[in-house]
């Protein structure tokens, strides 16, 4: 990592290094027109079309860089940010890595809520949040808790089974590796998806920070939104634009010598665009166009 004390010329972007995060934080760069070859030996990519660098960390370990000022912006879990205690920004929502920190007990055993584990014994990868829970749910400060929280690395949800812990709390996605351990959630202690993060002192070009910003809030965007095209009769208009109004308003555009027909442009969501194009059909509007969008600003 000696190479990042040459690159003050560059802004300083942290990114998983491995894994579905990722795998999904390189979609975003690529959405986002963030070019970069990675050395499979490096953890350092250039940008070859920004001054960036990106500097590819374990995703617990992002939020201490940015924190500290290090890197400038990082994509990594909310949940290791709080896990970590970090103080920094998180501006952007990515909607990817979502999953809950709950606290799980094996399905047949005695304890069907969180307050049956009070001096008991928990084991968790997040110890921190897992201590400041207890404590909480005990009224005490972590200092004077009873409930004993040790710390696995791995494969967490066996600990239970081999006698090491009452209880687990653990990353639950799909909850089938919960499931297939014998284990039930009883309490959530934590609601988290992957974010974009940003140093409360960053270190480089505030400019080139808010056009990163931009660019990736108009992937997150294009990921919703189709752009929807189509003519209809002006005598339509009202009906069709309640069907789509657009994020602000639709796009009107004249066609035709007669003035009685116009072209509308929208966006629309995604996940409605087949039943708004039977809409749009059913009351007039024909030559019904839907295209993806790759990116927008708006």
């Not at 003050?8 to 998983?16: E, G, K, S, V």
């Not at 399905?107 to 921190?128: A, C, R, W």
């Not at 009452?166 to 202690?189: K, N, P």
């Not at 009906?239 to 602000?248: C, D, E, M, S, Y």
């Amino acid at each position: 990592m000696e190479l990042v004390n040459h690159l003050t010329d560059r802004l300083l972007f942290a990114i998983p290094k491995k894994g579905r995060l990722y795998q999904k934080s390189v979609e975003i760069l690529n959405g986002s027109d963030i070019k970069f070859h990675r050395s499979q030996r490096l953890d350092i990519a250039l940008s070859t079309n920004l001054p960036v660098a990106l500097i590819f960390l374990p995703a617990a370990d992002i939020p201490m860089f940015v924190g500290e000022g290090k890197c400038d912006l990082g994509i990594t879990g909310v949940d290791q940010v709080r896990e970590a205690d970090i103080d920094v920004d998180l501006p952007i929502d990515l909607k990817f890595g979502s999953c809950k920190l709950q606290v799980q007990v094996p399905n047949n055993g005695e304890y069907t809520k969180p307050e049956q584990l009070v001096g008991k014994t928990i084991v968790s990868t997040f110890t921190n949040l897992t201590k400041k829970y207890f404590a909480k749910l005990e009224g005490v400060p972590e200092s004077q808790m009873t409930t004993k929280v040790k710390y696995v690395g791995g494969s967490v949800e066996a600990s239970c089974a081999l006698g090491v812990a009452d209880a687990i709390v653990d990353l639950v996605e799909s909850g089938e590796t919960m499931r297939a351990a014998g284990l039930i959630d009883i309490a959530t202690v934590l609601d988290t998806s992957a974010h974009l993060i940003q140093s409360k002192h960053p270190k480089g070009d505030a400019d080139l920070i808010e056009t990163i910003k931009s660019r990736i809030e108009g992937v997150m965007t294009a990921q919703r939104y189709v752009y929807c095209t189509y003519n209809a009769a002006k005598v339509s208009l009202p009906t069709l634009l309640a069907i789509t109004p657009g994020r602000k308003a639709p796009t009107l555009t004249n066609v035709g010598d007669d003035g009685e027909w116009v072209a509308v442009a929208a966006m629309i969501e995604k996940n409605k665009k087949g039943a708004i194009m039977d809409e749009l059909k059913k009351n007039g509007a024909t030559d019904i166009i839907v295209f993806d969008i790759s990116n927008c600003r708006v």
